[in-house]
Nanobody, 124 residues
Framework: QVQLVESGGGLVQAGGSLRLSCVASARTFSSPAMGWFRQAPGKEREFVAAISWSGGSTYSADSVKGRFTISRDNAKNTVYLQMNSLKPEDTAVYYC?????????????????WGQGTQVTVSS
């Protein structure tokens, strides 16, 4: 059974931090990579960060580099997104996703399975 469940979203002031978690079913977590995307109102869903199965390779959007860190705990089937120095423009619904093999991890088209999303709101 494919399952991705995000948590950790909420309301935070600019400059604050949040840590998102995504717990996946074992089958889903064995995907070659896991990613985080976000979608703000009226905008398309955009790539935030991705991490390979081993954790040895990570990828981040330029807009979050130096502020957000993706990590994973394979023993817990969980991927995390640590978000620091949050800005109002980070406000969005954040989605966890599982990638298929041999794909572009920076493109939403490369992901087969998605969670339901968690809302992150950053106030100014």
């Amino acid at each position: 059974q494919v399952q991705l469940v995000e948590s950790g979203g909420g309301l935070v002031q600019a400059g604050g931090s949040l840590r998102l978690s995504c717990v996946a079913s074992a089958r889903t977590f064995s995907s070659p990579a896991m990613g985080w995307f976000r979608q703000a109102p009226g905008k398309e869903r955009e790539f935030v960060a991705a991490i390979s199965w081993s954790g040895g390779s990570t990828y981040s959007a330029d807009s979050v580099k130096g502020r957000f860190t993706i990590s994973r705990d394979n023993a817990k089937n969980t991927v995390y997104l640590q978000m620091n120095s949050l800005k109002p423009e980070d406000t969005a619904v954040y989605y966890c996703a599982a990638a298929r093999a041999d794909t572009n991890y920076l493109n939403r088209a490369g992901y087969d399975y998605w969670g339901q999303g968690t809302q992150v709101t950053v106030s100014s």
